[in-house]
């Protein structure tokens, strides 16, 4: 299906596109998740040059969990251009028209590098994938057998208390590894006595490091590492009810097989 026929648009040449990317760690899908404020002030953003310079800005999020998608992050009216250079110097509304869509319109299309671009050079490029029943909110829930999250993405699913997340691991004792994708280095852990997966990976979301001894150490000096750095996957799941011996004993046999005390953050 065509855009056109959802998002009804006169006169392209008023639009820039903003292909909303990766900058620096930042995926600006967490961005818009975490806060739509956030989300606004990837609008704002000027470069070292006045690329948003046209009267609009019709805004996708790179839908990093999908190559090749994007989800739409509404129409920008820009109403001032500061100055300044690499600094929140656009001064943007956002339009009612199209809100209605904001999150739940998913496209397929390919752009090249960059972030900026004449929309009549590349609207009929995009395709309606999925036109969502809500706002995006999320990875939804789709087996432990598929449980694997940057730590980032974590912490969006907690703060919204998804039902479908916290029903599966809060009923769940469990064994973990977290990898830090910036070393390459791992730790395993485990959930079992009275806390479920869902209670223990929310003290990671809270504190980055669990209380774990090496982790802490890690990020004593920038809170915001294991947001940025840490993925975090369920390696096996157990019933609430299995004796808390068998979940130790897994957990050392992970350790062991990763060589996590030898070579990762694993003290003990």
């Known amino acids: 299906m065509e855009l056109s026929s959802i998002l009804h648009l006169s006169d392209f040449s008023k639009y820039k596109l903003h292909a909303a990317r990766k900058s620096g760690t930042v995926e ?29 800005i019709l805004s996708l999020i790179d839908f990093y969990p999908e190559h090749g998608e994007w989800l739409f992050g ?103 590894l977290i990898a830090d994708k910036l070393t390459g280095k791992q730790y395993v852990g485990s959930a079992y006595g009275d806390t479920g997966i869902w209670a223990r990976w929310a003290c990671y979301v809270n504190t980055g490091h669990g209380w774990n001894k090496e982790l802490v150490k890690l990020t004593s000096n920038d809170p915001s590492y294991a947001r940025t750095n840490f993925k975090i996957t369920l390696i096996e799941c157990w019933p609430f009810k299995t004796d808390d011996k068998t979940i130790i004993i897994r957990e050392n046999f992970w350790k062991e097989a990763f060589l996590t005390k030898q070579h990762g953050y694993n003290s003990n």
């Open 74 to 176: 509404g129409i920008y009216e820009v109403q001032e251009r500061g100055p300044e250079k690499n600094a929140h110097s656009y001064v943007v509304k956002l339009l009612d028209h199209g809100q209605d869509l904001i999150g739940r319109l998913k496209l397929t299309g390919s752009l090249p590098r960059g972030r900026a671009f004449k929309l009549e050079t590349f609207y009929d490029n995009f395709k309606i994938s999925e036109l969502l029943r809500t706002p995006y909110a999320g990875k939804v829930f789709d087996g432990y057998e598929k449980v694997s999250l940057d730590l980032s993405m974590l912490e969006i699913i907690y703060k919204n208390n998804r039902t479908d997340w916290k029903t599966a691991l809060e009923s769940v004792k469990g064994i973990y």
């Open 28 to 56: 600006p899908l967490i961005a818009f998740l975490r806060d739509r404020s956030e989300w606004h002030q990837w609008n704002s953003w000027q470069r070292n040059k006045n690329e948003f310079n046209r009267d609009r």
